[in-house]
């Protein structure tokens, strides 16, 4: 089946700094990843949709200076947490679609982000 | 506008028992629906969807959704219940006109006493 990995699985930082996470499609071509924000006991609640060679799409109220997302290849998703704040700290789960499964998503493990 | 609505935020079940997580849902167009379970600190995975055809859907782990259209609905469940079975579980609808986007219901959570 199709592998979505995510890296770090879990990220501690100090307040000001700025954190990098990855997501990547092993096995097949991800023409869209998107990236997802979860908090404790509660749903999952999309931030951007990223598409290959292009400028992301973020949601209503997803500040785009805040959480940076480049989508450099096919297999390669990233997202940058810039000047990270406690606020910040949340479960982050990407997840990506291929063209041959249209209709469904392939989920990363999470990233785990704790800022002090 | 389309959304989806998991009944009960939490439910608790014996193991053993039959195991039944609500889901109804509102689109305007034909939906594609989803049931995912997430275990703790842990991704997404999926345990069945609904595109087209057959309306009883059978899943991972001896799961099981029926469509029913006329209902709106599309209920989870599973004959017996197992202690792994324990779990955060979301029902989710593809957006017809929003390139792929998913959206999630609630969540339910699911606890399975000895």
């Known amino acids: 089946g199709a592998v979505v990995s995510q890296h770090p699985s879990w990220v501690i930082c100090k307040s000001g700094t700025s954190v990098k996470i990855e997501c990547r499609s092993l096995d097949f071509q991800a023409t869209t990843m998107f990236w997802y924000r979860q908090f404790p006991k509660q749903s999952l609640m999309l931030m951007a949709t990223s598409n290959e060679g292009s400028k992301a799409t973020y949601e209503q109220g997803v500040e785009k200076d805040k959480f940076l997302i480049n989508h450099a290849s096919l297999t390669l998703s990233t997202l940058t947490v810039t000047s990270a704040h406690p606020e910040d700290s949340s479960f982050y789960i990407c997840s990506a679609i291929a063209d041959r499964s249209y209709n469904e998503q392939f989920f990363g493990p999470g990233t785990r982000l704790t800022v002090l | 506008a389309q959304s989806v609505t998991q009944l009960g935020s939490h439910v608790s079940v014996s193991e053993g028992a039959l195991v039944l997580l609500r889901c109804n849902y509102s689109?305007?167009?034909?939906?594609?629906l989803f049931w995912y379970v997430q275990y703790p600190n842990q991704g997404l995975q999926l345990l069945l969807k609904y595109t087209t055809g057959a309306t009883l859907v059978k899943g991972i782990n001896g799961f099981e959704a029926e469509f029913k259209k006329s209902e709106t609905s599309f209920h989870l469940t599973k004959p017996s219940a197992h202690m792994s079975d324990a779990a955060e579980y979301f029902c989710?609808?593809?957006?017809?006109?929003?390139?792929?986007?998913?959206?999630f219901g609630q969540g339910t959570e699911l606890s399975v006493k000895p």
């Open positions: 689109s305007s167009v034909p939906p594609y």
């Open positions: 989710a609808l593809l957006s017809g006109n929003q390139g792929g986007k998913l959206i």
